[in-house]
């Protein structure tokens, strides 16, 4: 049973709004530098340094380092759900001024390791026919297994996540995606292939994506996406 002051500790975690501009920043995917995030949160280096070092403790990032350079990245698709979910109930009760990134945002963006906004809910419309529920989320239909084998995704490394895939609320949309190691094995062959390409900036910007004219003719033959 979750104690009232885990809970508390992670809301606290998260009532930092250089924190939370962190948080966002690390749900487009990449891993970051203390000095990007920095950036990102209007704050100085110390500051930033303190900032993510209480959000590894706390279990929120993880932390890696790679010569002189330590990158920061959502700590697991639990963690990534919960924020996307906080976002959403954000997006619901709370007065707010445009985000940053505007249309672009809502239109295709990435939710950590996989796509969200209306590319995420349109891949989810139209995969959703070949998924069959299964005890943590959903299996495919043999049908949908050899159409996505056929498109290039890597279906084996998918069922070695923790979740295969489920359910994934979309804060803009307020509808699923789909998130879990196929919702990843997609993005990653969108990425590969040149079908989705990452925008250039900084914050929440950094999520944005855009579908390429082949990219948008790719997933309509092989996935049947309406875009």
Request: net charge positive.
């Given at each position: 049973?979750?104690?009232?002051s885990?809970?508390?500790g992670?809301?606290a ?9 962190m ?9 970051l530098?203390?000095?990007e995030?920095a950036?990102?949160?209007g ?16 279990g929120l990032i ?7 350079h330590?990158y920061?990245?959502?700590?697991s698709d639990d ?9 959403g109930?954000a997006?619901v ?9 505007g249309?672009a945002?809502?239109?295709a963006?990435?939710c ?8 995420g ?5 139209a995969?959703r026919?070949h998924?069959?529920?299964?005890p943590?989320?959903w299996?495919l ?8 084998t056929a498109a ?5 490394r998918?069922?070695r996540?923790?979740?295969?895939c489920r359910?994934?609320?979309d ?7 789909l ?6 094995g997609?993005?990653?062959t969108?990425?590969a ?14 999520r944005?994506?855009t579908?390429t004219?082949?990219g948008?003719?790719a997933l309509r ?5 309406a875009?």
């Open positions: 049973m979750v104690t009232t885990a809970l508390a992670i809301a975690l998260l009532a930092d709004s250089a924190r939370a501009a948080l966002q920043a690390l749900m487009g995917g990449e891993a530098t203390a000095g995030l950036r990102v949160a704050v100085t280096a110390p500051t930033a340094s303190a900032h993510l070092a209480r959000l590894a403790d706390g993880a932390v890696h380092a790679q010569g002189r330590r920061h990245r959502v700590a963690v990534a759900r919960a924020i996307e979910g906080m976002m109930l997006a009760v709370s007065p707010r001024a445009p985000w940053r990134g249309t945002l809502r239109e963006r990435t950590w390791d996989h796509l969200a906004g209306r590319l809910v349109a891949l989810y419309a995969l026919p998924l069959v529920p299964a943590d989320g299996s239909s043999e049908e949908g297994a050899a159409r996505l290039g995704i890597d279906l084996d998918a069922h996540a923790a979740h295969f359910d994934c609320m804060w803009s949309e307020r509808r699923p995606h998130g879990g190691g196929l919702a990843r997609i993005a990653e969108c990425f292939r040149g079908w989705v390409r990452r925008a250039q900036g900084d914050g929440l910007v950094r944005c994506v579908v004219p082949e948008a003719r033959e092989t996935l049947r996406v875009l």
